[in-house]
């Protein structure tokens, strides 16, 4: 097994008649494959028969590969001393303190409370956030359909639901695990001809090889770099925490700087930095020009890295010169990062007043989704792939994706000119297109738009809204539905160094409540028809904006906007 991990199953089962152990030897079954245990017993009418069956694994990721049987059988004893009633309490006790401060109440419309309760309880269930050396898959322990593999879903979607609901070291952790595999990330960039420590995380991944074997997917989608940059910038713009940066994340900036410095062209005919032949979020079009999305992002994270590596020369000359040394970046080279990023081609319609998805989009035969009879959805599995990739349908959110992460780059002007050019062409047709369009439906006002996007995320699984839900469930998405509600709805945003809220309320409801644990103060956050009211838990006063107006939320008290 090319992974080479090793895992040992323990099980074992106690029976019980009204409540008493009864000692029954089992009937035992096993083949290579295969083992069963199975107890029979005569009872009585009124009697119960009950089964208590304890079982787990141990990993090689904490023990010693020729130590998993014994600390198996240790792990047993110690599940069969506590007994079932007892982990039962500290299972409640454990979802009581979980769903405190990841709970969102919904008053008014049943489908979309259970909608969220569903989502949250899902993300819970998959990740703790105890472990750096874990991540998170997009189907979690639901499904085998990817392997368990991680995704650039875990920076762009997972990472704001568990650094707003959990301590900020669950989203740290998540950073980690990219550092973790840094070397990783330089050996698969090495491989595919890049030089100097420049580093390309894989887009799947179990130990930081990539594990994908789709061309289009591992060669050219090479946005997923960028959404690893962000989350570094997205954990020191929420929790305040630069330490990481100085510690690890410059490390990883700096590789992910040199690989897009070395995967952009200079074109004479342009006279621009162009990047060619990638796929971006749009996985309906493959091998295409100067994907705008993989383009802006690879400009911002030059940029950043840039700003960074000044920072902390200036702060912290130790970090400076350790890294710097370890790095063996030369001024030179920041001069080739930055001519790069100054000279980014980006492609942009004057027609339209758009920037384009790609240097060809405008050849396609734009016929938008409302237009396409509706016997040919959905086009993933009605159409041929050749077919797909000429038209001009998008799966999710790609343009719509840089504004996402980069909203107060552009005006609320270009976001609705870019939303109202895209969204009729995005077929949502990945799990993760909803969510960022609810989010910035709600930000241009469009509150029935937002709603319906929201109900289609949050009820994906519940509804089978894609008819496979058998190969398990859309955890990574099911961040994007908290998303929805807390930064669409709510308006979350961090805008100069603080939580800032622009709340709206949906008709279809009477209310909603979230919480956020920001900077380690829990704020509640009520949204009804006419008001909104915050309680802060903490001991420190924590100033907010309230559409853009300055509110101040004093420790175990109720303010009304």
């Known amino acids: 097994m090319k992974t080479d991990f090793y895992i040992c199953a323990f099980m074992e089962s106690k029976v019980f008649i009204n409540d008493k152990y009864v000692l029954i030897e089992p009937n035992i079954e096993a083949d290579a494959n295969y083992a069963s245990f199975s107890y029979q017993f005569n009872v009585k009418q009124g009697e119960t028969y009950t089964i208590h069956k304890f079982g787990g694994y141990t990993v090689d990721r904490n023990y ?39 709970d969102i109440t919904i008053t008014g419309d049943v489908k979309a409370q259970q909608g969220i309760r569903f989502n949250i309880f899902q993300l819970n269930q998959t990740y703790l956030g105890k472990d750096a050396r874990l991540n998170i898959g997009p189907k979690g322990f ?13 920076e762009a979607f997972c990472i704001p639901f568990y650094m707003a609901t959990q301590d900020q070291n669950v989203a740290r952790n998540l950073l980690e695990y990219r550092y973790k595999h840094l070397e990783k990330a330089i050996e698969n960039a090495k491989k595919l001809g890049f030089k100097n420590g420049a580093a390309l995380y894989p887009m799947v991944t179990m130990n930081g090889e990539e594990c994908h074997n789709e061309w289009e997917i591992t060669f050219e989608e090479i946005h997923r770099n960028g959404a690893i940059a962000f989350a570094i910038f997205n954990y020191h713009r929420y929790t305040g925490d630069y330490s990481y940066i100085t510690e690890k994340g410059l490390e990883v900036l700096i590789a992910i700087a040199r690989f897009w410095q070395q995967r952009a062209t200079f074109s004479t005919t342009k006279n621009k930095y162009v990047i060619l032949g990638v796929t971006g979020p749009n ?9 705008f999305y993989t383009n802006y992002i690879a400009k911002w994270c030059i940029d950043y890295t840039i700003e960074n590596i000044n920072r902390i020369k200036a702060e912290f000359d130790s970090d400076y010169t350790r890294i710097m040394y370890k790095a063996k970046l030369s001024n030179s080279e920041i001069e080739k990062w930055k001519d790069v990023a100054n000279n980014m081609y980006f492609p942009y319609s004057e027609e339209h007043k758009v920037y384009l998805q790609q240097d060809g989009f405008l050849d396609k035969e734009l016929i938008t989704v409302a237009n396409l009879d509706k016997s040919e959805r959905p086009i993933n599995q009605k159409w041929s792939w050749d077919r797909i990739l ?24 270009e976001l609705e000119r870019h939303f109202d050019f895209y969204e009729p062409f995005t077929v949502h047709e990945s799990s993760l297109s909803p969510c960022v369009h609810s989010v910035q439906a709600a930000k241009l006002g469009r509150m029935e738009q937002a709603y319906q996007f929201y109900l289609q995320t949050s009820r994906l699984d519940l509804d089978d809204y894609n008819h496979e ?16 509600i807390v930064e669409g709805f709510g308006g979350m945003r961090i805008k100069n160094d603080r939580l800032s809220f622009s709340p709206q309320i949906p008709k279809q409801w009477e209310a909603y409540s979230f919480k956020i644990n920001f900077r380690n103060q829990i704020l509640k956050v009520n949204v009804y028809q006419n008001e909104t009211t915050f309680e802060l838990d903490g001991k420190h006063d924590l100033d907010i904006l309230v559409n853009e107006k300055k509110v101040t939320i004093s420790p175990n008290s109720l303010v009304k906007v």
Do not use: C
């Open 283 to 291: 996985e309906y079009e493959n091998n295409v020009n100067n994907n």
């Open 390 to 413: 000429r038209s001009p349908y998008i799966k999710q959110a790609d343009v719509l994706q840089g504004f996402y992460f980069f909203e107060d780059h552009f005006t609320q002007e």
């Open 142 to 154: 639901t499904g085998e359909k990817y392997g368990g593999g991680t995704y650039w879903d875990t």
């Open 64 to 102: 010693d590969k020729t130590e998993l049987v014994s600390a198996a059988k240790a792990a047993l004893k110690k599940a069969t001393e506590f007994g079932f009633n007892t982990m039962l309490e500290q299972q409640k006790t454990a979802w009581g303190n979980i769903w405190k401060t990841s």
């Open 469 to 484: 839900v058998e190969e398990g469930l859309h955890i990574t998405s099911m961040a994007g539905t908290w998303m929805s």
